[in-house]
């Protein structure tokens, strides 16, 4: 008779089990659907400005079903920091862009060191400092000595990188030709691009002039220490179709060491055809770069010569 008990015992047990895993697997469906009717499609359409990425959400979803944010966190962030969906960039993707406003309202003079100060995570490796932005790196998600070669450059969607890997010269772009800069941190880049994106992509959008008034000009001047002068030139035209554009900028300083000269000048002129069914341009860029490179200082505990410490930066000789 125990036998028997017994056994009906494991029946009952084994049916309960059963339930509880026809349960189980219901929840479990039903969490998927749920998940799945959340997710937005996906579609890939031809954008009329090739520089942006055309892979975008359809929809946000339902208003009730995203994600709330939590007390005391910041509900949005600044023009110079909006999402890719708003400002092109690669959707999904950490993107941070920095407007023609963010350029012109930075303190900073070089292209490097205004991605530096409002990209998070972003830093510069400079050579001279100063107004001097030649050979100046930037290096995203810290890769350091390996930042050239793993940071990719483009300026309308067109590779500045070389095969050789050679660092990317960014004080050759005129600050007041670009409309915007577009980085995105990581390595979600290498999708679009392939070699050179690991660390990141900085895309520069110049400015064409394009549905802009008739005439604009713009012409700008100043000057700082250690014999700094800089000048920027801007004019557009618009007739009808036709448009065009020239930037320009010139940079000359004595930099803070002897024979540490500074002259630089560089420019963007763009013609541009614009009509509903047919867009033609031509873009012809400009630059030209003097350097000149100061002598060492000499450090050697063994006879007691302390340079650096000795003598002033702008008492050595050039080499």
């Keep these: 008779m125990s036998r028997i008990v017994t056994a009906a015992r494991r029946r009952c047990a084994g049916i309960v089990a059963a339930v509880s895993l026809y349960s189980l697997d219901l929840s479990i469906v039903h969490a998927q659907q749920s ?19 055309r892979a975008r959400a359809i929809g946000d979803g339902e ?53 530096a ?18 050979r100046t790196s930037v290096d995203l998600r810290g890769f350091g000595a390996f930042a050239t070669a793993n940071t990719l450059v483009l300026v309308n969607g067109r590779r500045l990188n070389d095969i050789d890997m050679a660092q990317v010269d960014l004080s050759t772009i005129p600050l007041n030709a670009i409309e915007r800069i577009e980085i995105t941190r990581g390595n979600s880049g290498a999708v679009l691009y392939g070699d ?22 713009r012409i700008e001047a100043g000057f700082g220490s250690f014999n700094t002068r800089l000048g920027n030139v801007s004019a557009a035209i618009n007739s009808g ?65 302390d340079e650096l410490a000795t003598k002033p930066a702008r008492d050595q000789h050039a080499l």
């Design 196 to 217: 050179n994106a690991v660390g990141g992509v900085i895309n520069i959008v110049t400015k064409n002039g394009v549905g802009g008034p008739p005439v604009t000009a």
């Design 241 to 305: 179709p036709w448009s065009t554009s020239f930037y320009g900028n010139a940079v000359r300083t004595d930099g803070y060491r002897d024979n540490n000269r500074y002259s630089q000048e560089n420019g963007v002129g763009n013609l541009n055809y614009t009509t509903p069914g047919l867009t033609a341009f031509l873009t012809v860029t400009g630059d030209n770069q003097e350097l000149r490179l100061p002598g060492g200082r000499t450090v050697d505990p063994s006879i007691g010569v």
């Design 63 to 115: 208003a009730g079903r995203r994600r709330a944010a939590p007390d005391g966190a910041p509900s949005g962030t600044g023009s110079g920091n909006e999402a890719a969906a708003g400002n092109g960039g690669i959707v999904g993707a950490v993107t941070t862009a920095i407007t023609a406003a963010d350029i012109a309202h930075a303190p900073s003079q070089t292209l490097a060191e205004i991605i």
């Design 117 to 134: 100060t409002q990209v998070p995570g972003a830093q510069i490796t400079t050579f001279y400092g100063g107004q001097i932005g030649a």
């Design 35 to 53: 998940v799945a009717e959340q997710l937005p499609p996906v579609e890939v359409t031809r954008s009329d400005d090739q520089n942006r990425t």
